[in-house]
């Protein structure tokens, strides 16, 4: 038994230290992080692509010229739904370059948690094409919400993952590093104010998409003044 506790006690020091940063592991990482970069740009183009897909089409739907009007003013909150999502992706997208310019490389768990962010996107699209189907269902709009915010926030965590684990490049200052948590949290945040909104109803959920606007001045308000904080502080 001692020789297994020892045997088990050497694999947890493995586990738990610090790993050495070579330069082979620092190559290694560089190179990983523009396959990834690549591999995530072209599963957000994708999922723009799908969103597009979602929208009421002749050859899809069967309506003729006749019935145009009435499916471009019927379907009003679908096209509605599509482009808050189309929006969001964007948004998400940008928050990724943002994040991987300030990188000088990657690694496995940094990686993994990256890609997952990316399919929580797609699941979220594909709640959109099932809302698309069966218009006001409660779960679905509550759904769609969830794995948006569950995207942002693994958005901070690998942020905050890369700061931890010196993956980010020279570039981006203290406050900069700091500030940029603040950057990844307005669309998290209002997706979880738009989760209770979906009990009032299709409209209600959608209206309260348009809580980015202040909830991004305000962070974006709070970031200045933590920038201002810091520079008085850098004088004293």
Request: hydrophobic share 50%; net charge neutral.
């Given at each position: 038994?001692?020789?297994?506790?020892?045997?088990?006690?050497?694999?947890?020091?493995?586990?738990t230290?610090?790993?050495?940063?070579?330069?082979?592991?620092?190559?290694?990482?560089?190179?990983?992080?523009?396959?990834?970069?690549?591999?995530?740009d072209?599963?957000?183009?994708?999922?723009?692509?799908?969103?597009?897909?979602?929208?009421?089409?002749?050859?899809?739907?069967?309506?003729?010229?006749?019935?145009?009007?009435?499916?471009?003013?019927?379907?009003?909150?679908?096209?509605?739904?599509?482009?808050?999502?189309?929006?969001?992706?964007?948004?998400?997208?940008?928050?990724?370059?943002?994040?991987?310019?300030?990188?000088?490389?990657?690694?496995?768990?940094?990686?993994?948690?990256?890609?997952?962010?990316?399919f929580t996107?797609?699941?979220?699209?594909?709640?959109?094409?099932?809302?698309?189907?069966?218009?006001?269902?409660?779960?679905?709009?509550?759904?769609?919400?969830?794995?948006?915010?569950?995207?942002?926030?693994?958005?901070?965590?690998?942020?905050?993952?890369?700061?931890?684990?010196?993956?980010?490049?020279?570039?981006?200052?203290?406050?900069?590093?700091?500030?940029?948590?603040?950057?990844?949290?307005?669309?998290?945040?209002?997706?979880?104010?738009?989760?209770?909104?979906?009990?009032?109803?299709?409209?209600?959920?959608?209206?309260?998409?348009?809580?980015?606007i202040?909830?991004?001045?305000?962070?974006?308000?709070?970031?200045?003044?933590?920038?201002?904080?810091?520079?008085?502080?850098?004088?004293?």
């Amino acid at each position: 038994m001692t020789g297994l506790t020892k045997q088990i006690n050497m694999i947890k020091n493995i586990l738990t230290s610090p790993k050495e940063i070579t330069q082979a592991l620092v190559e290694r990482g560089e190179k990983q992080l523009r396959r990834l970069a690549r591999i995530i740009d072209v599963l957000y183009a994708l999922i723009i692509f799908e969103l597009f897909t979602l929208m009421p089409s002749p050859d899809v739907d069967g309506f003729g010229r006749e019935e145009l009007y009435e499916v471009l003013t019927h379907s009003y909150l679908n096209y509605t739904v599509i482009i808050i999502g189309l929006v969001l992706v964007i948004l998400y997208w940008g928050m990724s370059n943002l994040q991987f310019g300030n990188l000088e490389r990657t690694d496995g768990r940094h990686a993994t948690i990256s890609i997952l962010q990316v399919f929580t996107l797609m699941l979220f699209i594909y709640f959109v094409r099932l809302d698309a189907e069966f218009p006001g269902e409660v779960l679905l709009m509550q759904l769609q919400s969830l794995f948006l915010a569950l995207a942002g926030f693994l958005s901070v965590w690998s942020w905050h993952y890369a700061v931890k684990n010196d993956l980010v490049s020279d570039a981006p200052s203290k406050i900069e590093k700091e500030t940029l948590y603040i950057k990844f949290l307005p669309e998290p945040v209002v997706s979880l104010l738009t989760f209770p909104l979906a009990w009032f109803g299709p409209v209600a959920w959608t209206l309260g998409w348009l809580l980015l606007i202040p909830v991004g001045w305000a962070l974006k308000k709070y970031r200045h003044k933590i920038k201002f904080m810091n520079v008085q502080e850098d004088k004293e």
